[in-house]
């Protein structure tokens, strides 16, 4: 059938939203804020601090800021190579068939409960499957 498996189609999600949001074609209501380093535009958000007002933000809480849906649409933005990450002012089915056409070259093998498809990369995440795919 050609399906995405469900982590798969959620991380493509967030690329499209922060896309969408950095666009401006949508509300940026996760404050995502695209900027160029060199000749490659991508997403900046500040350090998560380790302490506010003298007094030392808890490992948790600094954990729930790391995992938040605008910290994992950063990563997962910023992982996509140049050509992709550098579309501008057009629409978002173009931005989906170039995102699509390079998600077929990223391997999409999830484990369920231990079982099925070795999984090379640490997880099925695009984040580490194309980390893994750089070191090849």
Do not use: M
């Given at each position: ?107 999409d093998t999830p484990k ?25």
């Amino acid at each position: 059938l050609n399906l995405y498996s469900l982590e798969r189609r959620r991380e493509r999600y967030l690329i499209i939203n922060a896309w969408q949001q950095i666009e401006g074609l949508t509300e940026n209501v996760l404050g995502l804020k695209a900027r160029r380093l060199g000749r490659s535009r991508r997403i900046v958000s500040a350090k998560i601090p380790i302490g506010i007002n003298g007094k030392r933000i808890k490992e948790r809480d600094r954990t729930l800021i790391h995992n938040s849906t605008a910290r994992k649409s950063e990563r997962l933005f910023n992982v996509l190579p140049q050509s992709i990450r550098n579309i501008t002012k057009t629409t978002t089915e173009t931005f989906k068939r170039h995102l699509d056409k390079w998600l077929s070259s990223i391997p999409d093998t999830p484990k369920i409960d231990g079982y099925g498809a070795n999984v090379a990369a640490e997880t099925n995440s695009i984040f580490h499957q194309t980390r893994y795919c750089l070191i090849r």
